[in-house]
Nanobody
């Protein structure tokens, strides 16, 4: 019933920008903390950013000042704006919905690949 579908991934040169989108359906949006995660081979999964139902945001230290998480209009769309990209940003990026809190039960999207070259 819960569906999260990512789009917007691709290849970009270092210093460039990319915006990812996540279309969410099948649940009550205000009951969830929405988030973006990323994972690349040989590295642990990292939570990049979160946004709560009240609009409060949080970011991993590795992306602070470069990435922005936001809700679209309509509010069932989630965005991740990525600026000043570096090769270490290369990863599979996943949209996620945490039930009630940002540490709650998690539903996952299928992922979209981001590749940053030098």
């Amino acid at each position: 019933q819960v569906q999260l579908v990512e789009s917007g991934g691709g290849s970009v040169q270092a210093g460039g920008s990319l915006t990812l989108s996540c279309a969410a359906s099948g649940f009550t949006y205000n009951n969830y903390c929405m988030a973006w995660f990323r994972q690349s081979p040989g590295k642990e999964r990292e939570r990049v950013a979160t946004i709560r139902s009240d609009g409060t945001t949080s970011y991993a230290d590795s992306v602070k000042g470069r990435f922005t998480i936001s809700k679209g209009n309509p509010k069932n769309i989630l965005y991740l704006q990525m600026n000043s990209l570096i090769p270490d940003d290369t990863a599979m990026y996943y949209c996620a919905a945490h039930y009630w809190t940002c540490s709650g039960l998690t539903y996952w999207g299928q992922g979209t690949q981001v590749t940053v070259s030098s």
